[in-house]
């Protein structure tokens, strides 16, 4: 990791000439990643929730800094992927019925309320316990997702296929700004999870819940996206396509995702071990969203 402190870099996009299928020819690799901009608004809005109300719990000066700083590139996240629907909207490709079970998901399911039936099961019987126990849940979840936000990052900037498919540029810079700063705070969340947990069980319990959940979500949004879009006669969306773009190198491989659960569930797993902060650094510093942006704040002090 770079002991550069994390910071929210204050972006924006116009969506104005992107096509509804911005990776050209290829509508399933286009509309699995838009499944991103369902995704994230509000899971994200999750996360900064759920890390304001751990702060208090972190004694480690650095790692409160590097969590701060963390909420505020998950926020300016959220922001920028939720500003892509309205242009989607505009191409006819309505996401609302979607993304209203993804804010159901996030802030009922996941919300600060023990769902009952865990309460009925595993919570302390204590209150004060039963709501301690829930918020560490959320923040190893917290962590399993991260693992794969940060395997995506890594993938995204060296996707070169997408290059070589001539991908929309500006939807291009978005994924890999994400994804470079996905990488570039990748230790965050497993860091804090160790500092005010850490409990190996507890970890293994959530990645599988946090694993099954993507799946399930990644999959239903890629078929409401597909059965959706109006330029398809029949739009359809299998794990077979998925399977065909990943050898094609427009999608992660599924080898390679699978190959990242054990590093995951190993007891010396870190995320430091995955990626490369110099890469995602490098990015940040040629992507055209991030300079705009580093150029308004200077103009603006």
């Known amino acids: ?39 994230l608004p509000a899971g994200e809005r999750w996360f900064v929730h759920v890390y304001k109300q751990v702060l208090p719990l972190i004694r480690d000066d650095r790692l409160r800094e590097d969590v701060i700083g963390f909420i505020g590139q998950e926020a300016m996240h959220s922001q920028a992927h939720d500003e892509v629907l309205p242009h989607l909207k505009e191409l006819g490709l309505d996401p609302t019925p979607y993304t209203a079970q993804i804010d159901w998901f996030f802030e009922k399911l996941l919300g600060d309320r023990t769902p009952p039936l865990l309460n009925a099961w595993v919570v302390p019987p204590s209150p004060g316990r039963a709501r301690r126990w829930w918020l560490m849940e959320r923040v190893a979840l917290i962590a399993a997702i991260e693992h794969y936000t940060a395997f995506l990052g890594d993938w995204i900037l060296n996707a070169d296929e997408l290059d070589r498919r001539r991908a929309d540029p500006t939807m291009l810079d978005l994924m890999r700004w994400h994804g470079a700063e996905e990488v570039e705070h990748r230790s965050v969340a497993f860091d804090l999870f160790m500092h005010v947990d850490g409990s190996y069980r507890r970890r293994v319990r959530t990645w599988a819940t946090a694993f099954s959940a993507l799946v399930f979500l990644w999959q239903r949004g890629a078929r409401f996206f597909m059965e959706n879009d109006p330029t398809l006669v029949d739009g359809k969306a299998s794990f077979k396509d998925f399977y065909v773009c990943g050898r094609r190198g427009t999608l992660p491989a599924t080898g390679d995702m699978l190959k990242s659960i054990p590093r995951y569930l190993s007891r010396a797993y870190h995320p430091s071990q995955d990626g490369c902060t110099e890469q995602a650094l490098a990015y940040l510093a040629t992507s055209p969203a991030a300079l705009a942006a580093e150029k308004a704040e200077k103009g603006a002090a």
């Open 1 to 39: 990791m770079s002991n550069t402190p994390l910071k929210a870099r204050k972006v924006s996009f116009s969506w104005e000439g992107t096509p509804m299928h911005w990776v050209p020819g290829d509508p399933f690799a286009t509309h699995t990643m838009n499944v991103l901009h369902l995704l």
